[in-house]
């Protein structure tokens, strides 16, 4: 159903007869902005490989091992042990790393455990695989962190794995170092496994710097998934992996590398050479380019937060720390009209041709999630459609009696106030 309302409320049609340029903060794509290039070194890797002729073929399951070990000298960099190419499996983007896990995870009567909200990929594959999907709630007003005694409850002898992103999808959440470790302990005390999605990893920009799970590969068996698709801003690429984090190999299973390496035969991953460019990417990419990265959607992200608490259409907003997105609840009380958060969002899609998501989609229903991976103009004229949008469904008898002022208005009072003033 995600699915189904995700592609109904971001269709073209619905934008069909509005003169107005479509400008989408439903996708996380941040690539349709000239802002986001990639860096010169990955393009250059890329071109290198290729025109060496070397990596037209087929390669081995799991991944070119040079690819295999550039990733395990890039992840071990902010680990306190070393990860071995043997423990790295490359795959086609994030989302084939997903499938991966959950298909090797997989045995008759299992669930998993998945956060509410969170990245929907996990319920389809979960329901593809006939595996249970439970939901543990994320806490809005504690940063969106783990409801550990949801989890405790939810868990039996049939789960097999905890899903934990960070930092967040669709939460924009950044975990303090703190938070990551009582997950780590509770999970572990279960005996059950982490899969860690940090397709986002380093794209923190609050309080929290990103701290990745395996730290605690003592504590709990954790699967790391990652990708460059936004760190390097290339989802095209379909570049991604499943680590396994066992420094002590505690919890090394022979079969589960076993189905892995299957899997991997089976499914094939990325092209050759777009494996072959990654050590060159890794080692190669300044820093200052992911320093301008982490600028502009920190300050995208700052935009958005602002207008939404600004605007009395939203009740609750939550400042994001991280990834490319933020969760905002509808305050459909004061709402004309509109019922809830799929028909706000279509309703704004048809009048402003501006798309985002609704918060059904996600696993929260009446709030709406927000990508602010745009360039800053882009932003801000979104913003303001999202404003004159509010101002036109607003009820009559709310914006009398609170008096609602939107910042023009804030701006004419203040003028106002001055001449009479004398200023």
């Given at each position: ?14 934008v ?25 070194a ?35 960099a ?103 470790e ?30 990745p ?61 777009i ?50 997105v ?54 801000e ?6 404003t004159?949008?509010?101002q ?32």
């Open positions: 159903m995600e699915t189904r309302l995700k592609h109904q409320v971001m269709s073209p049609s619905n069909e007869g509005n003169k107005k340029k479509l400008i989408s903060l439903g996708l996380g794509d941040p690539t349709v902005y000239s802002c986001f290039r990639t860096d010169l990955a393009k250059e890797a890329v071109s290198n490989a290729l025109l060496s002729g070397k990596f037209n073929g087929y390669y081995p399951p799991g991944g070119l091992p040079e690819t295999r070990k550039a990733i395990a000298e890039y992840l071990s902010d680990l306190p042990y070393e990860l071995s190419p043997d423990d790295v499996f490359v795959a086609s983007g994030c989302t084939q790393a997903i499938d991966m896990v959950i298909s090797v995870l997989a045995r008759p009567g299992a669930n998993v455990l998945l956060p509410r909200p969170g990245f929907p990929s996990y319920g389809i594959f979960s329901s593809f695989r006939n595996i249970e999907a439970r939901y543990y709630d994320l806490l809005p007003d504690n940063g969106w962190e783990v409801n550990l005694e949801t989890v405790k409850t939810l868990a039996d002898q049939n789960t097999i794995a905890v899903v934990v992103i960070n930092p967040g999808n669709p939460c924009g959440n950044a975990y303090t170092r703190q938070h990551l009582e997950i780590a302990e509770t999970v572990g005390r279960l005996g059950i496994p982490i899969i860690a999605d940090e397709v986002y990893g380093h794209l923190a920009f609050g309080a929290n710097p990103f701290v799970m395996g730290v605690f590969g003592s504590k709990v068996q954790v699967f790391t998934l990652g990708s460059l698709s936004k760190r390097w801003l290339v989802p095209g690429w379909c570049l991604g992996w499943l680590v396994m984090n066992d420094p002590s190999g505690e919890f090394r299973n022979p079969k589960l590398i076993e189905r892995v390496n299957k899997y991997c035969t089976i499914s094939g991953g990325p092209a050759s050479f494996q072959a460019a990654v050590p060159q990417i890794m080692r190669g990419t300044n820093t200052d380019f992911f320093a301008n990265t982490i600028n502009i959607v920190r300050r995208t992200e700052n935009l958005c937060y602002e207008k939404l608490e600004e605007l009395p259409s939203f009740s609750y907003s939550c400042k994001a720390e991280g990834s490319m933020l969760m905002a609840k509808l305050n459909l009380s004061v709402l004309e009209d509109i019922g809830d958060d799929i028909e706000f969002c279509l309703k704004l899609a048809k009048e402003e041709s501006l798309i985002i998501l609704p918060g059904i989609a996600v696993g929260l229903k009446n709030w709406i999630r927000v990508t602010f991976a745009a360039d800053p103009e882009s932003i004229e979104a913003l303001g459609r999202l004159d949008f509010s036109r469904h607003i009820k009559q008898a709310t914006t009398q009696s609170s008096k609602i002022m939107y910042p023009t208005e804030l701006q004419r009072v203040k003028e106002e106030n001055d001449r009479l003033l004398g200023r």
